[in-house]
C-alpha cells in the first residue's frame, strides 16, 4: 500500500502505526477481511484518506463469533484462569496502556480529530483507569445467600456467572474510552468478547489489540473487527453463538439492533442518544455556571451524548448566561487537533459535519438567532464553529433532535416552580444527563430527585468516573455501564438450593 504523508508533528512510532497494513485480531492472529476487502479511514482535519482497515463482513463476524464461543466454552479462561488471574489481565493492560499514553494519545487525536491534549488529559487516562478499576472488580463479583421459608431445611445461594460470548459495537467520538468501557466489565466478569470498532476510527482500538494479545490475554478472548455497520454490526447483533450484545451509538441503530437480537433473544444493553439540558438558576454562581454550561456544550466538540445542548436560563439571567457562553463560543480556537493552540477540533467525518451544519440551517430556517457560530467553516477538513441559538422553540428540530455536535439551543424559563421547570427540562424522548447550576441545595437536589435522567450534575456537568454507573432513562438507553451496577448486564444469577 502506498504510504500517505502524515503530519510531521507525529512521532515517528505513531506515523508507521497508522501507516501500517492494519489487521483484525480474531482467535488470537492478526487477520485480513476473508473478502481481502478494506474501508478508508479518513484524516477529518484535512478531509484525506491516512489508511485503510479490514472490511469485516458476515464471514469475518461468524469466524470471530465462533471463537469467542471456543474460547468461553473450551478454552482455559473459564476453568483454568482464576478471577485474580482476569484482574492482572487487566490491570497489565492498564500499564501497557499508560506506557504508550502519548502515542494513543496522538491515534485518537489524528482519528477522532479531537485536541491532542484532551486526549492526553481525558480519553486515555480514564481507558487506563476503567481497565484498573474493572480488574479489581474481578475478584468481588459475588453472590448471596438467602433464609428462604420454604418447608424443609435448606441452603440456598446465588453465583453470579459470566454471560457468555458478548458482542460490542462502539461508536467515534471516544473511540478508545469506548473500547475500554465495554472490554473492561465484559472481561471482568469472565464473558469472551467480539467488539466491532467505528468504521470512522479504527485505529486506537486496533493498536489496543495488540496491547490485548502482549498482555496476554488467551487466544479467541477478545476479537477485535473493523467494518461497517450494516456490513459487520448487524450480523454481529444478530449471532446466535452470540449471548448478549452491548451497544453504544444513535437511538435508531440501538432500535435495530433489539430487532436483530430477536432471534436468539440475546441480552442487550443499549447506551444511546440524549437532548441533556443544562439549567441555571439565578442564585447561581454564574462565572461558574457560564463556564460550566459552555463546557458541557463544547467539550469534545459536542459529539458526547450527554452533552449539555439545551441551555434552560431563567429570566433573569438569561441574557447575562447567553452572553457568557456565546462570548466563550467566538473565542474557542478551532483548528487542527495537533496544533498546541487548538482547543476544538474538526468534526469526526463529512457525514457529520453536513449534519451538524444541516442542524444549524433548520434551526436559523426555523427562526433561531445564533449569538455565536453558525457560519461555514474552512475550506478543508470538517471545521464547525461553536454555535449558540437563541430564540429556539420547543417544537423545533434543533430542541427535539440530538445534534451531536457543538451546538447550544438556549431557552428562558419563566417559572419559579420547581416541577414546571423539571417538567420543561423533561420534555425530551431522552434521559441521559441533565446539570443543574444553582447555589442553594435545596433547590439542586430537588431538582436531582424530578429530573428524568441517569445522570445528574450539580454545578459541574460531564464529570466522569469508572465507579459511577451511567446509562440512560427513556430512549437513552438500557442498563447501566461502569461502576459495580455493569456486573448487572455482564452475569447471569444462578440460584442454587441444596436440601439439607
Ligand atoms: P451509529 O449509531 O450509526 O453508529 C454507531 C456504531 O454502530 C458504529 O460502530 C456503527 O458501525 C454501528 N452500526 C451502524 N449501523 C448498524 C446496524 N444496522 N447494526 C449494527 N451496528 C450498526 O451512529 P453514527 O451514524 O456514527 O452517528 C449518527 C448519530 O448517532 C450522531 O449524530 C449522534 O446523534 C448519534 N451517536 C450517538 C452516540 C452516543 O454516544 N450515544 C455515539 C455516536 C453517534
Ligand atoms: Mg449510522
Not at 132 to 138: D, L, S, T
Not at 158 to 185: C, D, H, S, Y
Not at 334 to 351: A, I, N, R, Y
Amino acid at each position: 500500500m502506498a504510504t500517505i504523508a502524515l503530519d510531521p508533528r507525529l512521532d515517528k512510532n505513531t506515523s508507521n502505526f497508522i501507516s501500517s497494513e492494519h489487521r483484525m485480531l480474531i482467535d488470537g492472529k492478526f487477520v485480513k477481511a476473508a473478502s481481502g476487502k478494506t474501508l478508508p479511514v479518513y484524516n477529518p482535519a484535512t478531509g484525506e484518506v491516512m489508511a485503510h482497515v479490514p472490511e469485516a463482513e458476515a464471514v469475518d463476524v461468524d469466524r470471530a463469533a465462533r471463537a469467542a464461543r471456543r474460547a468461553f466454552d473450551e478454552g482455559p479462561w473459564q476453568r483454568k484462569i482464576t478471577a485474580s488471574q482476569r484482574g492482572r489481565l487487566l490491570w497489565k493492560l492498564a500499564d501497557l496502556l499508560e506506557s504508550h499514553l502519548e502515542e494513543f494519545a496522538e491515534l485518537e487525536s489524528m482519528d477522532n480529530g479531537k485536541p491532542l491534549a484532551v486526549a492526553r488529559a481525558a480519553d486515555v487516562p480514564l481507558a487506563v483507569d476503567l481497565f484498573r478499576y474493572m480488574g479489581g472488580w474481578a475478584t468481588k463479583i459475588m453472590g448471596q445467600t438467602f433464609p428462604i421459608s420454604f418447608p424443609g431445611e435448606y441452603l440456598t445461594y446465588t453465583l453470579r456467572e459470566p454471560i457468555g460470548v458478548v458482542g460490542q459495537i462502539i461508536p467515534w467520538n471516544f473511540p478508545l474510552l469506548m473500547a475500554a468501557w465495554k472490554l473492561g466489565p465484559a472481561l471482568a466478569a469472565g464473558n469472551t468478547v467480539v467488539l466491532k470498532l467505528a468504521e470512522q476510527t479504527p485505529l486506537s482500538g486496533l493498536r489496543l489489540a495488540e496491547l490485548i494479545q502482549e498482555a496476554g490475554f488467551p487466544e479467541g478472548v477478545v476479537n477485535v473487527l473493523t467494518g461497517y455497520g450494516e456490513g459487520a454490526g448487524a450480523p454481529l447483533a444478530a449471532h446466535d453463538l452470540v449471548d448478549k450484545i452491548a451497544f453504544t451509538g444513535s437511538t435508531e441503530v440501538g432500535k435495530l439492533i433489539v430487532g436483530a437480537a430477536r432471534g436468539n433473544l440475546k441480552k442487550v444493553t443499549l447506551e444511546l442518544g440524549g437532548k441533556s439540558p443544562a439549567i441555571v438558576f439565578p442564585d447561581a454562581d454564574l462565572d461558574k455556571a457560564i463556564a460550566g454550561t459552555a463546557s458541557a456544550i463544547f467539550f469534545n466538540h459536542g459529539q458526547c451524548c450527554c452533552a449539555g445542548s439545551r441551555l434552560l436560563a431563567h429570566k433573569d439571567v438569561y441574557d447575562r448566561v447567553v452572553e457568557g457562553v456565546s462570548d466563550i463560543a467566538s473565542k474557542i480556537r478551532v483548528g487542527s487537533g495537533l496544533d498546541p493552540e487548538t482547543q476544538m477540533g474538526p468534526l469526526v467525518s463529512e457525514e457529520q459535519y453536513q449534519r451538524v451544519s444541516g442542524f444549524i440551517d433548520s434551526g436559523l430556517n426555523e427562526g433561531a438567532k445564533a449569538t455565536a457560530g453558525g457560519r461555514p467553516a474552512a475550506e478543508k477538513g470538517y471545521f464547525v464553529h461553536p454555535t449558540v441559538l437563541t430564540h429556539t422553540k420547543p417544537e423545533m428540530k434543533v430542541i427535539r433532535e440530538e445534534i451531536f455536535g457543538p451546538v447550544v439551543c438556549a431557552m428562558p424559563f419563566n417559572d419559579d416552580d420547581i416541577d414546571r421547570i423539571a417538567r420543561e427540562a423533561n420534555d425530551t424522548i431522552y434521559g441521559l444527563a441533565a446539570s443543574v447550576w444553582t447555589s442553594n441545595l435545596s433547590i439542586a437536589n430537588k431538582m436531582a430527585k424530578r429530573l428524568k435522567s441517569g445522570t445528574v450534575w450539580i454545578n459541574c456537568h460531564n464529570v466522569f468516573d469508572a465507579a459511577l454507573p451511567f446509562g440512560g432513562y427513556k430512549q437513552s438507553g438500557w442498563g447501566r455501564e461502569m461502576g459495580g451496577d455493569v456486573f448487572n448486564s455482564y452475569t447471569e444469577v444462578k440460584a442454587v438450593t441444596t436440601a439439607l
